[in-house]
C-alpha cells in the first residue's frame, strides 16, 4: 500500500470526523448512522469505560472516574491551554530546524523566516488574548439591562432565578461551573481557551479561530515551498522512473504515490509538519464556517444542541400520541412528527410564552411543542389528516404539495425568537457594546419618564394637599 493512500485515509476520516461530531444531532439526520457514529464517539466510549471501571474496582472506582471527568470536564484547568502552547512551540522548533534551514531557495525566500516567526507569535497572541477575554458575566448591575436584550422566551430559556449568583437569569444565558458565573448569550466552554465564549468574547474567539487558521495554511505551504525548493536543487525534478503500464520513462514529480514515497524517505519531518497543518487547518476551517452560519442563523452552540435535544423529545411525543390516538387523529400526528422537526421550534416558542408553563421545564415545553406543530399541522391540512392530504396529492399531483410544504418547512425553520437578520447577528457578535447601548437607552428613558411621572403625581399631590 502506498503512503500516499494513507493520506487520503486520513484526510477522509478526519473530514467525516468534523461532520459527525457537527451534525450528528442534527434533526435531519435522526436515527440514521451519522446519528449512530456520533453517539458512538462521543457517548459510547465513555459508557462503556463506565462498565469496565465499575467490573474492575467497584464503586470505589466509579467514583474516582467521576471525580477525574469533574476535574478534566467541568472545573476551570490549564490542561488544554498547555497542550496548544506545546503544539506551538514544538511545531515551530521543527520548523525552525527543518524548514527554514531549507531557505533560501528557488520556491520560498530567506524573509519566510522572520515572516512565518510573527505568524507564530501572531497566533499566540490571539490565543492569549482570547483565553483572557471576559466572555460577559451576568452582574447584579447588568441584570436588568441583559434581562431587556435577552428576554426569556419560555421554551428553550423559560424564567429562572439562578441560585448560584443569586440572580434572575436572561434568554440565551447559562451558568458556567467552570467559570463559577452565568454567562450572557453563553456559547459554549472552550477547554482550549479555558475560557467560557459568551456575548463579548465570540469575536475574540472567532479572531482565534481566523488567526490559526492562516497560521496553518501559511505553515503547510512554507514546508511544501522549502521541500520543494531543496528537491530542485537537488535536480529531482530530473529524475525519471519506467512506468510498466505505459512501458515508457516518465518524470518521477507526475507520479504522486511514488513521488511521496521518495520524499518521505528524504524528508519525513517535513512531510508530517505540512500534513499536520493541513488537517488542523481543516479543522479550523470546519468549526469557523460552522461557528459562521450559527452566527448567520442567530443561533449559538448551546441553542443548538437544547433545540435538538427538543426536537427529539417532541418527535418522540408525537410518536407515542399518535399511536395511543384514534385514527382520525393519527394523520395529524404522522404529519406533525414530519413536519414539526423544522416547525415547531417557531410555533411553539409563541405557544410557550402565551401561556405559563415556565416552571415546568423542558419536557412540558416539548409537548407543547409538539401541540403547537400538530395544531399547526392540521390548521395547514384543513384539520383532515391523512386521507384529505392522500386524496389532494392525486388530484394536484404529489410534487407540488411537497414543494409547498418544503416551502413552510423553510419558511418556519429560520423562526427564532432572537434571530436579528443577518446583519443585526453579526453586528451583536462583533460589536457587542453598541448592541447593548440601545437597550441601555431604553431602560435609561423608561427609568426618566418612570421619575417624570412619580415626581409629576409628587406635585400634583402636593397641589391637592396645598387647596
Ligand atoms: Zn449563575
Ligand atoms: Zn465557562
Known amino acids: 500500500m502506498y503512503f500516499v493512500n494513507l493520506v487520503y485515509l486520513y484526510f477522509g476520516l478526519t473530514a467525516l470526523l468534523v461532520f459527525v461530531l457537527l451534525f450528528g444531532d442534527s434533526p435531519a439526520f435522526q436515527r440514521t448512522p451519522v446519528s449512530y457514529v456520533k453517539w458512538l464517539v462521543t457517548e459510547a466510549w465513555l459508557l462503556a469505560l463506565e462498565r469496565v471501571v465499575e467490573t474492575m474496582f467497584g464503586e470505589r472506582g466509579l467514583r474516582m472516574l467521576d471525580s477525574a471527568t469533574e476535574c478534566c470536564c467541568e472545573s476551570s484547568n490549564p490542561m488544554l491551554q498547555i497542550a496548544y502552547l506545546s503544539i506551538v512551540s514544538v511545531g515551530y522548533g521543527l520548523t525552525w530546524q527543518f524548514v527554514f534551514k531549507l531557505l533560501p531557495n528557488a520556491y520560498a525566500a530567506e524573509y519566510h523566516i522572520y515572516t512565518g516567526t510573527a505568524a507564530v507569535c501572531g497566533a499566540v497572541g490571539l490565543f492569549l488574548w482570547a483565553s483572557m477575554s471576559d466572555p460577559g458575566r451576568l452582574t447584579p448591575e447588568s441584570a436588568a439591562l441583559y434581562l431587556a436584550a435577552y428576554p426569556p422566551d419560555g421554551l428553550l430559556f423559560p424564567p429562572k432565578h439562578c441560585s448560584t449568583c443569586d440572580l434572575m437569569r436572561p434568554g440565551r444565558s447559562k451558568h458556567c461551573n467552570a467559570c463559577g458565573s452565568c454567562i450572557i448569550r453563553f456559547d459554549h466552554h472552550c477547554g482550549w481557551l479555558n475560557n467560557c465564549i459568551g456575548l463579548n468574547n465570540s469575536r475574540h474567539f472567532l479572531a482565534f479561530l481566523f488567526g490559526n487558521l492562516l497560521l496553518c495554511c ?91 435535544q427538543l426536537l427529539k423529545e417532541a418527535a418522540a411525543a408525537a410518536a407515542a400520541g399518535s399511536e395511543e390516538g384514534p385514527p382520525a387523529a393519527q394523520g395529524a400526528g404522522a404529519q406533525a412528527s414530519e413536519q414539526q422537526q423544522e416547525q415547531q421550534h417557531g410555533s411553539s416558542v409563541a405557544a410557550g410564552r402565551s401561556s405559563s408553563r415556565s416552571s415546568k421545564g423542558v419536557p412540558a415545553a416539548a409537548a407543547a411543542a409538539a401541540a403547537a406543530a400538530a395544531d399547526f399541522s392540521s390548521q395547514h391540512n384543513g384539520g383532515a389528516g391523512s386521507a384529505a392530504v392522500g386524496w389532494r396529492n392525486q388530484l394536484c399531483g404529489w410534487r407540488r404539495p411537497q414543494q409547498q410544504q418544503q416551502q413552510q418547512q423553510q419558511q418556519q425553520q429560520h423562526v427564532n425568537y432572537y434571530d436579528r437578520g443577518f446583519r443585526g447577528n453579526w453586528a451583536e457578535v462583533l460589536w457587542p457594546e453598541a448592541f447593548v447601548e440601545q437597550y441601555r437607552q431604553q431602560l435609561a428613558a423608561a427609568a426618566a419618564g418612570a421619575n417624570h411621572s412619580t415626581n409629576h403625581d409628587v406635585q400634583q399631590e402636593q397641589h391637592t394637599k396645598h387647596e
Open 218 to 308: 501559511y505553515a503547510c505551504w512554507a514546508a511544501a515551498a522549502a521541500t520543494a525548493g531543496s528537491l530542485q536543487q537537488r535536480g529531482f525534478f530530473d529524475v525519471y522512473v519506467y512506468d510498466p503500464v505505459l512501458k515508457d520513462r516518465v518524470a518521477l514529480y507526475t507520479r504522486p504515490a511514488w513521488f511521496l514515497e521518495w520524499v518521505l524517505v528524504y524528508y519525513p519531518i517535513q512531510v508530517a509538519l505540512a500534513m499536520f497543518s493541513a488537517v488542523t487547518a481543516l479543522l479550523l476551517l470546519a468549526f469557523l464556517l460552522y461557528q459562521s452560519y450559527l452566527i448567520s442563523v442567530g443561533r449559538t452552540t448551546y441553542e443548538t444542541l437544547k433545540r435538538n
